[in-house]
């Protein structure tokens, strides 16, 4: 968290969150791509190739509404779907199926924060670096990807980091995904720019600091970012429009690519899909069948059960303690819970840190591009120990490629 009385952060985020269906947004593809070996899980749809013609997939969108109604979003009864087009190797037809000017939910809040909208569209593919060649895996192109976006109202990196590990939180609650951001399938984009603090008008410009994959990078990227671009204020200068990644290795942000105005996807409805209409009666349905979200559960706890908020916040983040909990709901129980945290089965998982060291040494492009702050490069590298290992603990590899390639 940075302090300086001069200048404001303007902060806002952008999360993408994997949904857990079995099928991909607008084919029958399987949509767990993790770990499966490259472009097994493909068809002409999700290839883009030329008569494919795209299917809702309507569990997707249920889920993604339900999503908004649990961010207390307004839901829009007529929707559609739109195409974002631009070129990029891991987008097959050319352009995105996506939502623009009537995404499926809109003015929603959580925690104080404003929602701008909560809309649907599909994942694309992924880039995979082997020494000195990219291949491309289309394994993950096509899988639904719910995007929440928010107004840049967060005053510091503390006020975010709260934010999202309950919005993360209020995620698994609903079962929709697991949510899990070192498999990907929630990504986070920070845009961040920093104004005088006596002036009421918005910076001219903006950071997208993009693909961040952990609460504990985002908040680094956040700190580092502000306080660089107040520097660059402070020596008269104005900060350059640039998307930007986090670099764990330098500690900083690195520039990826400058963009001197905003990008023309040239919007226009997807014409392959008829627009979606739905039922004020169908909407009260999905809201009913709503779970306990997070804030209900920790109010409960409190008074109902007596606990501290500390005790609440430890015992409604995790579903098998809360289970345990109710139970036998007693100070004992509690007590018991929280000494011998955490409580989620750790299966057969193991890493084996010469394997991770061989993989490294066998793709140097890969580990040059996480060192540059290519987040989908750690993703590659992670993917490669699983194939070598099978079952692993990611986390735990995760932490052993950071140590390796310091």
């Not at 839901?75 to 779907?81: A, E, G, Q, T, V």
């Not at 928010?150 to 999202?164: C, E, G, H, Q, R």
């Not at 015992?315 to 007590?335: A, C, G, R, W």
């Amino acid at each position: 968290m940075f302090a300086n009385r001069n200048f404001r952060p303007v902060l806002g985020f952008e999360v993408h969150i994997e949904l857990g269906t079995k099928s991909k947004m607008f084919c029958g593809c399987p949509a767990d791509h993790f770990g499966v070996s490259p472009n097994t899980q493909v068809c002409p749809v999700c290839l883009g190739l030329p008569g494919a013609l795209p299917v809702p997939n309507a569990k997707a969108i249920e889920w993604c509404i339900k999503l908004g109604l649990a961010l207390g979003c307004d839901i829009n009864l007529f929707s559609k779907f739109d195409r974002k087009n631009y070129f990029y190797p891991d987008l097959p037809k050319g352009y995105q199926i996506s939502q623009y000017d009537i995404p499926f939910c809109k003015n929603g809040q959580l925690l104080g924060h404003k929602i701008t909208r909560v809309h649907m569209e599909e994942d694309t593919g992924k880039l995979q670096h082997q020494g000195d060649v990219t291949l491309i895996d289309f394994n993950r192109s096509g899988v639904p990807l719910v995007e929440v976006v928010t107004a840049a109202d967060f005053k510091n990196s503390d006020d975010s980091d709260v934010f999202l590990k309950e919005l993360q939180q209020i995620i698994r609650t609903l079962g929709i995904s697991g949510a899990d951001m070192e498999k990907g399938s929630m990504r986070l984009e920070a845009n961040i720019s920093v104004r005088p603090a006596n002036s009421p008008n918005l910076p001219n410009y903006k950071i997208e600091v993009k693909n961040v994959n952990s609460f504990r990078f985002i908040k680094r990227a956040v700190d580092f970012e502000v306080s660089r671009q107040i520097k660059i204020l402070e020596s008269g200068a104005n900060p350059a429009q640039e998307t930007r990644g986090w670099s764990e290795i330098k500690q900083e942000t690195v520039s990826q690519r400058i963009k001197e105005e905003a990008h023309d996807y040239r919007y226009f409805p997807e014409p392959d899909i008829p627009p979606l209409q739905f039922t004020k009666a169908q909407i009260d349905t999905w809201r009913s069948e709503l779970p306990e979200l997070p804030a209900q559960v920790r109010q409960e706890l409190i008074t109902k059960y007596h606990l501290s908020p500390q005790y609440a916040v430890i015992i409604s983040s995790d579903q098998v303690m809360y289970s345990e909990f109710l139970k036998n709901p007693s100070k004992t129980t509690v007590d018991a819970l929280v000494n011998k945290r955490p409580l989620q089965n750790q299966t057969t998982a193991k890493v084996d840190s010469e394997v991770v060291n061989k993989i490294l040494a066998a793709n140097p492009k890969a580990v040059a591009d996480f060192k540059a702050g290519k987040q989908q490069a750690l993703f590659f590298l992670i993917g490669q120990v699983k194939k070598e290992l099978g079952n692993i603990d990611v986390s735990l590899t995760q932490r052993i490629i950071n140590e390796y390639v310091r």
